[in-house]
T-cell receptor
């Protein structure tokens, strides 16, 4: 599976937007970009995923670069509950859904 | 979203004993379940993939005789850590896919195993 690179940590203030970057320069044409997050002492939860176009859902937005070599997870208004480790994961379209290889992720700290 | 439940959430066992962790999909049929291990301050590491009614597929470096996985029904998978040692102490997390949902995996809340 192609590799992703994320900053180790980022900080934000409550109610401000947060942009979490992810580089995936070796992404292939059939790789989906998935984002999961993990709150302390819990299992991960799905945030969003996309292939080529930008995506929005109730939790976040995913902006994918035109060349697909990077993407950005956008939390429009951070809350204290958004403090978590965010993982950007590539998954080949032909691979088993759910068979995920996690990197180190980005630890997001949200200040009140 | 769908719910995956793990039991127990915490367990302490003596070195040399075995411990079983259950993973249940509560509101959907999980055709595939996954087991991960996470050491403190580290990321999740995929241990194995299991499909209902068939043998699990283990990732490279994971001992299949030590980590026994059973996926006997579409709603239950179990992970048994046999002859546990202190170095097996970790956070074990399961996930599941299947049913109507075909875009994401649903994770359990994790099981904290401490071997003393």
């Amino acid at each position: 599976d192609a590799k992703t690179t994320q900053p180790n940590s980022m900080e934000s203030n409550e109610e401000e937007p947060v942009h979490l970057p992810c580089n995936h320069s070796t992404i292939s044409g059939t790789d989906y970009i998935h984002w999961y997050r993990q709150l302390p002492s819990q299992g991960p939860e799905y945030v969003i995923h996309g292939l080529t176009s930008n995506v929005n859902n109730r939790m976040a937005s995913l902006a994918i670069a035109e060349d697909r070599k990077s993407s950005t997870l956008i939390l429009h208004r951070a809350t204290l509950r958004d403090a978590a480790v965010y993982y950007c994961i590539l998954r080949d379209r032909g691979s088993t859904l759910g068979r995920l290889y996690f990197g180190r992720g980005t630890q997001l700290t949200v200040w009140p | 979203g769908a719910v995956v439940s793990q039991h127990p959430s915490r367990v302490i066992c003596k070195s040399g004993t075995s411990v079983k962790i259950e993973c249940r999909s509560l509101d959907f049929q999980a055709t595939t379940m996954f087991w991960y291990r996470q050491f403190p301050k580290q990321s999740l590491m995929l241990m194995a993939t299991s499909n209902e009614g068939s043998k699990a597929t283990y990732e490279q470096g994971v001992e299949k005789d030590k980590f026994l996985i059973n996926h006997a029904s579409l709603t239950l998978s179990t992970l048994t850590v046999t002859s546990a040692h202190p170095e097996d102490s970790s956070f074990y997390i399961c996930s599941a896919t299947g049913g109507w949902q075909n875009t994401e995996a649903f994770f359990g809340q994790g099981t904290r195993l401490t071997v003393v």
